[in-house]
């Protein structure tokens, strides 16, 4: 009922414009009512706000004195006995090595601005996110408003609540360090919550029976217990306070290396841009391992434990002060001499010149392969996109005609093998392609996603996938809306595909899985706005190059989701296909691949959510859609459409993270 009436419409919309447009004057004026409740918050709370902001400029200034004008050989030390504490001396090593070519790329000083903004931030993030956390174990009532918030600053662009802490506490790099905080607290969050509620309960009754007070079962039971857990959240809280810096120097850009960044790919620097992105990778090496080896050290199986507190503390103050000594002593240790730096930048730069010059036909050739056979159909559908221009022909009569043929026969020969559910997503397929996301009627699209969510969850889950559809048109966001979907739509077809049968091969050959998870550790460990830098020198701004951008962000979850479901396959059940007679063909599409599709549900929605997530850093490429639009609304200071835009991009996110999660789980 739902195609047949889609049907009509399509044959309507010459005719009825609003079949595909939402008309504008159903639109509420919410935006403006979020505006004008945004003006009296920050009367109310600008004061305070700017309070805080003084407070904190003085917590970041401090710790950037410290690590700016200590001598490099103090600061080297630091980091390599702290690494050394937590992991051994490789760790230590590697921490030595990857400092020192930092000294010698000549990035010194704005790697340490940055690390001044995460060592002041990430401590603000863990024990908010610590409390926040706690208040969700011991509370039922707390955790049910907790969690739903969680999923909403996880999904929601952090640009769109840039707007809102501007307004309040100010410009500057203290507001980069507030919502670095306030993007960093949801892990610790859930990761404090999950800790505590691992804890055994015979541990509680235990500690109870033993007559421990509310604070000694908190200081000596629960917090020891959960600590593992904990350490995992600090983990994943300090990388998410470093993927903040680009963002961060976006709004309150001073010399750190986000900045560094910025600036050299505004002015198309490619050499410049990599190596300081090269920092930023390094910095992320840097803090993932050593945070990692702390919360590693708390498990049974932990190889090295470290001095205890008080011997490296004495440890710790006695190297430092040698070091300081040293430097000022030795003034080779003190500052880093000029004449060991080393950039090859400009060497970088005339390379990529070279190889446009050489190669640029080949890529301008890709390119517009991609764009006109791929990204446009997509977008604009087979009779809109397929023109001389493009395809090098008309879209006739006589072509439509044969387009849609090809596709009744194709549903019926799966309507008559019993395989309806194929039949129907042909038909839907074929609908789409022909007039593209863009083009569909947008009652078609709120009766499908409705009844998709029904069949999947019930009258629950199809209630809030309509009410989220609905939002997007009562607020007058939905050409944007559907541009995003596009995009998305394409990279994670893509990394479906490509990411699926690198899966594939690395669940089949263990090396093929040795030499693709370094990938995988460097493309999840390089911030967003790195993965732009190579896409936009060598193919300009444009669609093209943000789907380069989502694919190299978003197809490591396909990858990993992959392997792990083929290689967790049950080995009775592959010998039990293998004694049936199976082949290795069919061991696979009819064991292996139904046995691991719940997995690969979760990684087609991990791979989802972060090309949504990255939508809006492609806006920085000459992208339209809501990531555009939240952009543009942080440059004008309009908090309403920033948090329109940015809660229209998380309600997408999760309708779509809702209905692959109750499909994995009914899988």
Request: proline share 5%; net charge positive.
């Amino acid at each position: 009922m739902v195609l047949a009436f889609s049907a009509v419409l399509l044959t309507q919309r010459a005719a009825f414009e609003q079949i595909v447009a939402y008309p504008g004057s159903w639109t509420l004026p919410l935006a403006d009512l979020l505006n004008t409740a945004m003006d009296r918050v920050v009367t109310l709370f600008q004061s305070q706000g700017r309070a805080i902001s003084g407070a904190l400029t003085l917590a970041f200034g401090g710790v950037q004195s410290v690590l700016i004008h200590a001598p490099w050989i103090a600061s080297v030390s630091l980091f390599a006995l702290i690494a050394w504490q937590g992991g051994g001396w490789r760790l230590a090593l590697l921490t030595v090595a990857l400092l020192l070519y930092v000294l010698a790329s000549g990035y010194w000083a704005p790697a340490m601005n940055t690390l001044s903004l995460v060592l002041v931030a990430l401590p603000l993030a863990v024990l908010i996110g610590f409390g926040i956390g706690y208040l969700g174990f011991r509370s039922r009532r707390a955790n049910a408003v907790i969690m739903p918030m969680l999923d909403l600053m996880q999904t929601v662009p952090a640009f769109a609540y840039l707007i809102p802490i501007l307004l309040i506490f100010g410009f500057g790099p203290v507001v980069g360090l507030i919502a670095s905080v306030v993007f960093a607290i949801p892990p610790m969050v859930r990761n404090t919550t999950l800790g505590m509620q691992a804890i055994p309960s015979a541990v509680m009754e235990s500690a109870q029976m033993s007559g421990c007070s509310r604070r000694q079962q908190f200081a000596w039971v629960e917090l020891p217990a959960a600590m593992p857990q904990m350490l995992v959240g600090v983990n994943q809280t300090t990388m998410a306070v470093l993927s903040m810096v680009i963002i961060a120097a976006i709004i309150g850009g001073f010399e750190d290396i986000g900045w560094e960044v910025l600036s050299a790919m505004r002015k198309a620097q490619f050499g410049q841009s990599l190596l300081s992105g090269a920092v930023i990778v390094i910095l992320a090496i840097l803090l993932d391992r050593i945070s990692a080896a702390y919360a590693a050290r708390q498990l049974p199986t932990a190889s090295f434990g470290g001095l205890p507190l008080r011997r490296f503390l004495v440890l710790l103050v006695a190297v430092m002060a040698a070091a300081l000594v040293a430097g000022q002593l030795v003034p080779l240790l003190d500052t880093w001499p000029q004449r060991l730096t080393y950039s090859p930048a400009q060497a970088i730069n005339r390379a990529t010149t070279d190889f446009v010059v050489a190669y640029g036909g080949l890529m301008a050739a890709l390119k517009n392969a991609v764009q006109f056979y791929v990204q446009l159909p997509v977008k604009l559908g087979f009779e809109r996109a397929v023109a001389p221009f493009t395809w090098g022909i008309t879209f006739t009569p006589t072509l439509k005609i044969a387009y849609w043929s090809a596709v009744l026969l194709g549903a019926a020969v799966a309507f008559g093998l019993a395989r309806w559910k194929t039949g129907v997503a042909v038909l839907v397929l074929g609908g789409i392609l022909f007039v593209g996301v863009t083009g569909v009627p947008w009652i078609s699209v709120l009766l499908m996603v409705g009844l998709l969510a029904y069949q999947v969850g019930g009258r629950g889950l199809a209630l809030f996938a309509g009410l989220s559809t609905g939002y997007l048109l009562v607020n007058g966001i939905w050409a944007p809306a559907m541009i995003s979907v596009y995009l998305c739509a394409t990279a994670v077809f893509l990394c479906m595909v490509g990411g699926g049968l690198i899966g594939i091969a690395a669940a089949a050959s263990d090396t093929v899985s040795r030499i693709i998870r370094p990938v995988n550790d460097l493309l999840q460990t390089l911030p967003q706005f790195v993965l732009l830098i190579p896409a936009l020198m060598l193919f300009q701004v444009g669609d093209f190059t943000a789907l380069l951008a989502i694919i190299a962000y978003a197809i490591v979850p396909m990858i990993r989701y992959t392997e792990h479901g083929l290689r967790s396959v049950p080995d009775t059940l592959i010998d039990a296909g293998r004694s049936c007679g199976c082949s290795p063909w069919q061991l696979f599409w009819q064991v292996r691949l139904p046995q691991a599709m719940p997995q690969i549900l979760v990684g087609i929605n991990q791979t989802i959510l972060y090309g949504l997530g990255l939508l809006v850093i492609a806006a920085l490429v000459g992208t339209t859609g809501l990531g555009q639009a939240i952009y543009v609304a942080l440059g004008e200071a309009d908090a309403g459409k920033g948090l329109i835009a940015g809660l229209g991009m998380a309600l997408i996110a999760m309708t779509a993270d809702r209905i692959l999660q109750t499909l994995a789980k009914s899988t």
